[in-house]
C-alpha cells in the first residue's frame, strides 16, 4: 500500500488557528524538517514537496522514497486506474482541515479522523484526567502533579500551591502547546507584567491552562502507538504499541534526540507508562481519533523520591521519535544508536565535530543534507551507532552537551541513582 507523506509540522498551529505566514529563518527550517519524514518512507512510498528535491543533496538516509510536488503527485495519481488510486493512503504528520482538503482533492477512499477529535487528543484538557504519576511498582503518587486552570485566579493559586509544596519554580502551558513551545517559565507565587499579558491572551480566548513544577528530571522516553483507520463509527478500534525510545533534551526541555535500540521493548522503569499509554490510546480511539498517538513520559525526583509521570505530553500525530524507530534497522544487536538534534552551529564546526566522533570509532550517518537551497543547512541531524555505551555517551556530549548525555544511554533506577 503505497503512502503519501504529508510533513506538516507546524499543524498544531493550524489547529489553533493561527496564521500560516513564518518568518524566513523559521520557514527555511520547517523546509528542512519537512525533508526527515523520507527516513519513514519506503521504496514505493511519496513525500510531499513544495519544490523540487534534488535527489544528490540528499544524504543516503533520506533516498528510499521519491520527493514529488503536488502537480507531480497529481499527474501520476491521474494515470493510475481506479482500483490503483484505491490502493493510496494519506499519512500526515498530523491530522488537520488542510490534510482532509488533500484527501478529498486527491480523491482518496481511506477513512479519515474527526478534526474536533485530533484537537481534543492534543489538548492539555484531554490529558489532565489522565495526568498521574507512578512509583517503580505502578502505585499511584500524591499529590497529583499539575492544575488545569481556567481563570488568573486559579492559576495564583496554582502557583501558591507549588510554592507551597517546595516547587520553587514552574512551567505555564498552554492548552496546544508541544516540543517546548507556548509556555511560560517562572518562580515563586507572582506573575511579571509580561507573563500575566500572556497568560490574559490564553484565557481571553476561552483557552484554559496548565500549570506544573519544574521539576529535576532524570529521563525520558517516548511510547508510540497507532490507533487503526477504521471508520469512526467502526469500534472498536485497533491499537497498537509501536515502540519505545528514550529522549534526549537539554536543559531547556528542547527535543535533542532520540536513543535507539533494536527491540521495540520498553525498559522496565517505562513499564507502568506503556500499561496507562494503552488506556490513554483507548480513551482517544473512543473520542474518534485516529492515527499515530505519542505518549512521552517523564522520570524525576521530587523531594528525594522518584516519581513517573506517565504522560507528560501527549502528541496526537507523528513525533520525532516515532521518526526515530525507524532508524533501527541500522543497527547491529549489540548496538545503541542515538539520533541527534544538535543545536545549529556553523557548518565547518559540525563537520569538525563529526570526524572527532568517527576517529573515536563511533559510526556516524547523516540524516540530514549539508546544503540546501543554495546555503548551508539550518539542520544537522546525524545517527551515531556504537557498541560502546561510554564512547556513545562521550560522542553525545560532543554534539548536544554534556547535560543533555547525561543519563541518556543507562537504565535509570532508584538504587542506581547517588
Not at 57 to 63: A, N, T, V
Not at 136 to 154: D, I, K, M, N, V
Not at 251 to 272: C, F, H, K, L, N
Request: hydrophobic share 40%; with cysteine.
Amino acid at each position: 500500500m503505497p503512502l503519501i507523506h504529508v510533513p506538516n509540522p507546524l499543524f498544531e498551529a493550524e489547529l489553533e488557528g493561527l496564521p500560516g505566514q513564518l518568518p524566513q529563518t523559521l520557514a527555511e527550517l520547517v523546509a528542512e524538517l519537512s525533508l526527515l519524514s523520507g527516513l519513514a518512507a519506503a521504496a514505493e512510498d511519496v513525500i510531499l514537496v513544495d519544490r523540487p528535491v534534488p535527489r544528490e543533496l540528499l544524504p543516503i538516509s533520506l533516498r528510499t522514497g521519491r520527493y514529488l510536488t503536488g502537480a507531480e503527485l497529481r499527474r501520476e495519481l491521474n494515470s493510475l486506474s481506479t482500483a490503483e488510486r484505491q490502493q493510496w493512503r494519506l499519512q500526515p504528520w498530523g491530522w488537520s482541515a488542510s490534510a482532509l482538503d488533500l484527501v478529498r482533492s486527491l480523491r482518496l477512499t481511506q477513512p479519515v479522523p474527526d478534526v474536533k477529535a485530533v484537537r481534543w487528543v492534543n489538548t492539555r484538557e484531554f490529558a489532565a484526567s489522565l495526568d498521574v504519576t507512578v512509583t517503580e511498582t505502578g502505585e499511584l503518587c500524591e499529590p497529583r502533579f499539575g492544575w488545569l486552570c481556567r481563570s488568573e485566579a486559579e492559576v495564583l493559586a496554582a502557583l501558591q500551591a507549588c510554592e507551597q509544596a517546595g516547587d520553587a519554580q514552574w512551567v505555564i502551558k498552554a492548552n496546544i502547546s508541544h516540543a517546548a513551545r507556548n509556555r511560560l517559565l517562572g518562580a515563586g507565587a507572582v506573575l511579571t507584567a509580561s507573563q500575566r499579558q500572556w497568560l490574559q491572551r490564553r484565557l481571553a480566548a476561552l483557552e484554559c491552562v496548565s500549570v506544573e513544577p519544574w521539576v529535576e528530571r532524570i529521563a525520558e522516553c517516548g511510547l508510540q502507538w497507532t490507533i487503526g483507520e477504521t471508520p469512526v463509527c467502526a469500534e472498536p478500534a485497533s491499537i497498537e504499541f509501536v515502540g519505545a525510545c528514550a529522549l534526549l533534551t537539554d536543559r531547556g526541555g528542547e527535543y535533542r534526540g532520540s536513543v535507539i535500540r533494536r527491540t521495540s521493548a520498553a525498559a522496565a522503569w517505562w513499564r507502568p507508562a506503556e500499561s496507562w499509554g494503552r488506556r490513554i490510546a483507548e480513551q482517544a480511539a473512543a473520542c474518534g481519533f485516529r492515527g499515530p498517538l505519542g505518549i512521552d513520559c517523564m522520570l524525576f525526583r521530587r523531594r528525594g523520591r522518584l516519581e513517573l509521570r506517565v504522560a507528560h505530553d501527549i502528541n496526537g500525530r507523528q513525533t520525532m521519535g516515532r521518526l526515530a524507530l525507524g532508524l533501527r534497522n541500522w543497527l547491529g544487536a549489540s548496538d545503541v544508536g542515538v539520533w541527534c538534534h544538535p543545536a545549529t552551529v556553523a557548518a565547518e564546526i559540525h563537520l569538525e565535530r563529526l570526524r572527532e566522533i568517527a576517529d573515536s570509532g563511533v559510526t556516524v550517518h547523516s540524516t540530514s543534507p549539508t546544503h540546501w537551497d543554495g546555503r548551508a543547512a539550518r539542520l544537522q541531524t546525524c545517527l551515531l551507532i556504537s557498541e560502546d555505551t561510554k564512547k556513545m555517551q562521550q560522542a553525545v556530549a560532543t554534539l548536544t552537551g554534556p547535560a543533555t548525555a547525561r543519563n541518556c544511554l543507562r537504565e535509570v533506577r532508584p538504587q542506581d541513582e547517588d
